[in-house]
């Protein structure tokens, strides 16, 4: 079950637009992770400077996907981003265990945004294939998701590298995406 049939799934009315921000700190796999979305090579990957956007086209369905450089000195435009977002998609580097508070700090800092108010978030635990990656339960108790109550929210473990796990992220966007809009 490749894209499409997600985009098939979340389709609903025709010509909807979905636009989805992901976002996350730098090196975290955002790029490798919309890459694999696409069904694109990632092989050669660089650090984002600026964003990626890839829009996916369906019998009228269209989903956009807002890549925005992880840098420290580019998040501070992410709220550029924030107007008319359907649903967040925030990546963790699983492995890098030494940013764990930054990354949880960046990710509170988006939830109190106002922009962003109700706003579904998908967070992707990446990098799982790695060996000193922590657990999605670890980082969600580590980043007190269970506290969220004002947005629908998950927690995915997955590997932007393999492609595991980000199958079960995106069937959750979609559920989230139409109920949402119900």
């Not at 050669?44 to 019998?59: E, L, M």
Request: net charge neutral.
């Amino acid at each position: 079950m490749g894209l499409l049939s997600i985009l098939r799934k979340l389709k609903s009315t025709p010509d909807q637009e979905v636009r989805i921000l992901l976002l996350g700190l730098d090196n975290g796999g955002k790029t490798t992770l919309l890459k694999q979305l696409a069904s694109e090579d990632i092989s050669h990957i660089t650090p984002t400077q600026g964003f990626n956007i890839k829009s996916v086209q369906s019998q009228g369905f269209k989903l956009n996907v807002w890549d925005i450089g992880g840098q420290r000195k580019i998040r501070p435009y992410w709220r550029n981003y924030f107007e008319n977002t359907d649903v967040l998609i925030y990546v963790i580097d699983s492995a890098d265990r030494k940013r764990f508070e930054e990354t949880g700090q960046e990710l509170a800092e988006l939830l109190d945004e106002e922009k962003l108010s109700g706003v579904p978030v998908l967070i992707f635990a990446n990098k799982q294939d790695l060996l000193t990656a922590a657990p999605a339960s670890e980082i969600a108790e580590g980043l007190n998701l269970h506290t969220i109550r004002d947005r629908m929210w998950q927690i995915q473990s997955c590997s932007a590298l393999t492609g595991e796990g980000i199958q079960e992220g995106m069937n959750w966007v979609c559920k989230s995406v139409n109920s949402k809009k119900k």
